[in-house]
């Protein structure tokens, strides 16, 4: 009667929609494909696929290239372009993400059963509703970056350097916007704007400041429809004639507990706060020449003082530094689903003057020219805590994929997954994710025995320890910028100072 198209393995099971209207097969290929059961066409390709890996992450797609996904599953699909004379081309998806990164779509999808519709609708809902046509599943080759000065490897004494760079897009596209990181981060600043050199085709040049050590340089550049270049990437140290001051570490950790409505309230993430700080000064004294700590918890943990204490990040990190911002307590959407953490004196029936936007977070973290590692344990529920409940659960997959983003540059640790709960217990005095990474901190992540705690050794051991501590019910996760180091360094253990 029909053919059903585009499964790529040996299918192992089939199933029906409780409604009838779609077919849905399991197999050998471990990828979960959707039909319309009744389509009147003969050869029916997916509707929508969905892979989903081992820890929990997921992504999900149509064949038109539309996807959703867990921060870092972008790194599983990609797009390829074949060729009659050539080898295939393959594009990882996050290159063209302002195109088809479309969770809306997505969750419109099987509502309607066909992807120009939830396309109208979603545009609709984003303001800008019109005719809707979607074209057959095509990419155009993205624009690619070649570093023309400095070179690769390069040692130089001044702390700014000329950085140029060759931008090419294959089907001669406008080139819109050409940026840089220095080990991951913005730069912000009217004299670090890439610009076009008018005698030189395709050349883009800036400043750019460099730290002492090595640094790593990063281009990307993006068209006219969103595409964007794999980073282009080169290393330089930079050996200043003056030595400037050792890197500080600066930590801001907010915990809220004890809220000013007491039905908010939670037990440990006051604590959590406050003893992850401690951590993180025993654990970096010795590796930076200043810990600088703000620790808010419970009632000091105001609206105002939130805000505060990023005003103080702001104004103490340099670009040497690096700076740690923990929030605990509850995460919640507002009337625009937008995320907000809650404070000590926040209402969730008044979310909008009381709460601390996401948006203010990353406003500040963002600009910070330093290194910043952004970690969340905001997401609570009220069978686990006596809380009442505080709304619906916030989904906040697109805020932390946005947060590791080259625009944004945080690594950012989140607790768990968007659809579990964080996890306390009396036995620990913590919440699973604050007492796994305080024990990483103070060594036993360290993996090599190298007497240095770094953050992929702190990332590898929270995620196994938080899963052993919960029995398999909460899955922290991470993501940070492909030009950031997971060899940064965050603690040195106790037998390295000996």
């Not at 797009?79 to 063209?96: A, C, G, L, N, T």
């Not at 981060?185 to 890439?194: M, P, T």
């Not at 990023?310 to 307590?329: N, P």
């Not at 805020?399 to 625009?407: G, K, M, S, V």
Request: charged share 20%; aromatic share 8%; proline share 6%.
């Amino acid at each position: 009667m029909r053919r059903f198209v585009g499964a790529t393995g040996h299918c192992k099971g089939l199933a029906t929609s409780p409604d009838n209207r779609y077919l849905l097969s399991g197999g050998d290929d471990q990828t979960l494909r959707i039909w319309r059961l009744h389509a009147t066409e003969k050869t029916v390709p997916p509707l929508l696929s969905l892979f989903v890996g081992d820890n929990g992450d997921w992504i999900a797609w149509t064949q038109e290239g539309y996807y959703a996904c867990t921060p870092g599953a972008e790194r599983w699909i990609a797009w390829q372009r074949d060729y009659p004379d050539r080898m295939p081309e393959v594009y990882p998806v996050y290159q063209f993400r302002q195109q088809f990164y479309r969770p809306d779509v997505i969750s419109l999808v099987l509502k309607h059963g066909d992807v120009s519709k939830a396309l109208a609708e979603a545009d609709a809902q984003r303001g800008r509703p019109g005719t809707v046509t979607v074209a057959a599943p095509t990419v155009q080759a993205p624009p690619s970056v070649t570093i023309l000065t400095p070179k690769d490897g390069a040692t130089v004494t001044a702390d700014e350097i000329d950085l140029r760079a060759k931008v090419v897009d294959p089907n001669g596209r406008l080139i819109r916007r050409v940026h840089f990181t220095v080990n991951g981060r913005s730069i912000d600043g009217a004299r670090f704007v890439f610009v076009p050199i008018r005698d030189e085709p395709g050349v883009w040049a800036t400043r750019a400041p460099l730290s002492p050590g090595e640094c790593t340089l990063s281009v990307v550049a993006t068209n006219d429809v969103g595409a964007e270049s794999l980073p282009a990437s080169i290393k330089v140290t930079c050996q200043p004639a003056a030595e400037g001051p050792p890197p500080s570490l600066y930590v801001l950790a907010v915990g809220v507990g004890k809220y000013a409505k007491p039905e908010y309230s939670l037990k440990y993430a006051g604590a959590d706060a406050i003893a992850l700080a401690e951590a993180l000064r025993a654990g970096a004294g010795r590796l930076y020449q200043k810990v600088g700590l703000k620790v808010l918890s419970d009632d000091q943990a105001t609206r105002a003082g939130v805000l505060d204490g990023l005003e103080w990040l702001s104004q103490q990190v340099t670009q040497r530094d690096l700076a740690v911002v923990f929030m605990a307590g509850h995460g919640v959407p507002d009337v625009r689903n937008d995320y907000q953490f809650l404070p000590f004196d926040g209402d969730v029936e008044k979310l909008i003057s009381t709460g601390v936007k996401w948006t203010d977070i990353r406003a500040v973290l963002s600009k910070l020219p330093g290194r910043v590692i952004l970690a969340l344990d905001t997401c609570h529920s009220a069978g686990v805590t006596g809380a009442r409940a505080l709304g619906p659960r916030l989904d906040y997959t697109n805020l932390l994929r946005e947060a590791a983003t080259d625009e944004v540059g945080l690594v950012t640790l989140s607790s768990c997954m968007p659809h579990e709960v964080s996890l306390e217990n009396e036995a620990w005095q913590h919440g699973a994710f604050t007492k796994a990474m305080i024990e990483a901190l103070q060594g036993q992540a360290d993996n090599n025995h190298d007497g240095i705690v770094s953050l992929a050794e702190v990332d590898a051991y929270v995620s196994e320890r938080v899963k052993e501590l919960t029995g398999g019910r909460q899955h922290p996760t991470s993501q940070r910028p492909a030009t950031i180091r997971s060899s940064l360094p965050l603690a040195l253990c106790e037998q390295a100072g000996k």
